[in-house]
């Protein structure tokens, strides 16, 4: 059974930063690309950051490149999200999800999902 139990959100100052990690159980992890997602109220899930199977490529949203830097450890079942300079708009749940395959070529997110940690941003 697939679960991902995300962690390490929490209120932060714009300009600061936080570092979301992403545990994995229930299948073989260096499979598969991951990719964090956020939620605001009234919208849906938005792509956040993607990262392969091997770590060797990532992808970013237009918003977040350059600020967030996705990042994994295979032999801990573990995707990281490394988020500076965060912005008031940065705020949201942020969700960990499974990729459908091992993503050399780009990602396709599948319909596991973490349950959400909390990131806000406010002085």
């Known amino acids: 059974q697939v679960q991902l139990v995300e962690s390490g959100g929490g209120v932060v100052q714009p300009g600061g930063s936080l570092r979301l990690s992403c545990t994995a159980w229930?299948?073989?992890?260096?499979?598969?690309?991951m990719g964090w997602y956020r939620q605001v109220p009234g919208k849906g899930r938005e792509f956040v950051a993607a990262?392969?199977?091997?770590?060797?490529?990532?992808m970013y949203d237009i918003t977040v490149k350059g600020r967030f830097t996705i990042s994994r450890d295979n032999s801990k079942n573990t995707v990281y999200l490394q988020m500076g300079d965060l912005k008031p708009e940065d705020t949201g749940v942020y969700y960990c999800?499974?990729?459908?395959?091992?993503?050399?070529?780009?990602?396709?997110?599948?319909?596991?999902w973490g349950q959400g940690t909390q990131v806000t941003v406010s002085s």
């Open positions: 999800n499974k990729g459908v395959d091992g993503g050399a070529s780009g990602y396709t997110r599948s319909d596991f």
């Open positions: 229930g299948f073989r992890f260096d499979d598969y690309s």
């Open positions: 990262i392969s199977w091997s770590g060797d490529n990532t």
